[in-house]
């Protein structure tokens, strides 16, 4: 069964920095796009960045210049390092990958920048 878990939220403060791991199992996220998404209380899931098979990233206007997708092909997993943090990046973040028809989310793991 494809398999999404996130890890790494936590409680940081406003100009500090994360790193968010989506370990995948049963794909291969060196051949399908994954992507990280976040959910603020009241407001939609939004897309944060992805990348492709291919090595190619998309960012949200929001997380570019703070935020880097990356993954590790030997460990399966996918990161969001997270630098320059803001209140405003507070939600819960999800795993994302589309296999076909099919779209696979993570449980999320919570980050909330505060003071």
């Known amino acids: 069964q494809v398999q999404l878990v996130e890890s790494g939220g936590g409680l940081v403060q406003p100009g500090g920095s994360l790193r968010l791991s989506c370990a995948a199992s049963r794909f291969r996220v060196s051949i399908y796009a994954v992507g990280w998404y976040r959910q603020a209380p009241g407001k939609q899931r939004e897309l944060v960045a992805s990348?492709?098979?291919?090595?190619?990233?998309n960012y949200a206007d929001s997380a570019k210049g703070r935020f880097t997708i990356s993954r590790d092909n030997a460990k399966n997993t996918v990161y969001l390092q997270m630098n320059s943090l803001k209140p405003e990046d507070t939600a819960v973040y999800y795993c994302?990958?589309?296999?076909?028809?099919?779209?696979?989310w993570g449980q999320g793991t919570q980050v909330t920048v505060s003071s």
């Open positions: 990348i492709t098979g291919g090595d190619s990233t």
């Open positions: 994302n990958a589309n296999l076909g028809p099919w779209a696979y």
